[in-house]
């Protein structure tokens, strides 16, 4: 059975950093895409990018270029997301999401979602 | 504003049937396979249709997926209260490179 474990909420202040954790069992880390997508409060579904855990090579959407860093650990079978420079705008609620077609966008799981909260 | 265009609501009484539009370009649906997901309260959200309207197992087949041209549909028939959710559909746009959900469409079941 495949489980994507997030870590936990985080609290950070403008302009600070965030490194959101997602561990994945069930299923060969390596064989499909890692997403990254986020969803502020009451807002819509953002995809940030993916990492693919084969090798490590990762597509950033445009907006988040320069601010977003996604790598994998596959001795644990993790992949992170760390987001620098945070604003405000950057509270939501992060989740990781994979499926069982390597490079489809087709998320079977999701992991449980992690709230980060930028605040002063 | 999203690439893809939803309904921000629909609703309908239990027993009935829906549809919720997805509307896109050549860029995107197109040429792309769409994926549709269910978000309930305070959840992820869960995968209903893929490849344009391949079911994942577990998924009832009161849900289905169709694609015309630039457009995608999501229908649910026998509705039921338990399908209250946001909905959103997904595709891969070749243009930007990134992949672009709907707006997402609020369903109310009467």
């Known amino acids: 059975q495949v489980h994507l474990v997030q870590s936990g909420a985080e609290v950070r202040k403008p302009g600070a950093s965030v490194k959101v954790s997602c561990k994945a069992s069930?299923?060969?880390?390596?064989?499909?895409?890692m997403h990254w997508v986020r969803q502020a409060p009451g807002q819509g579904l953002e995809w940030m990018g993916w990492i693919n855990p084969n090798g490590g090579a990762t597509i950033y959407a445009q907006r988040f270029q320069g601010r977003v860093t996604m790598t994998r650990d596959t001795s644990i079978n993790t992949a992170h997301m760390e987001l620098s420079r945070l604003t405000s705008d950057d509270t939501a609620v992060y989740y990781c999401?994979?499926?069982?077609?390597?490079?489809?966008?087709?998320?079977?799981?999701w992991g449980q979602g992690t709230l980060v909260t930028v605040s002063s | 504003q999203s690439v893809l265009t939803q309904p921000p609501s629909v609703s309908a009484a239990p027993g009935q049937k829906v549809t919720i539009s997805c509307s896109g370009s050549?860029?995107?649906?197109?040429?792309?396979?769409v994926s549709w997901y269910q978000q309930l309260p305070e959840t992820a959200p869960k995968l209903l249709i893929y490849?344009?309207?391949e079911r994942p197992s577990g998924i009832p087949d009161r849900f289905s997926g169709s694609k015309s041209g630039t457009s995608a549909t999501l229908g649910i028939t026998g509705l039921q209260t338990g399908d209250e959710a946001d909905y959103y559909c997904?595709?891969?746009?070749?243009?930007?490179?990134?992949?672009?959900f709907g707006g997402g469409t609020k369903l109310t079941v009467l």
């Open positions: 490849d344009n309207h």
């Open positions: 069930g299923y060969t880390f390596t064989y499909s895409y």
């Open positions: 050549s860029s995107n649906i197109g040429n792309n396979y």
């Open positions: 999401a994979t499926g069982e077609v390597p490079a489809a966008i087709q998320y079977n799981f």
């Open positions: 997904a595709t891969w746009d070749t243009s930007l490179s990134i992949v672009v």
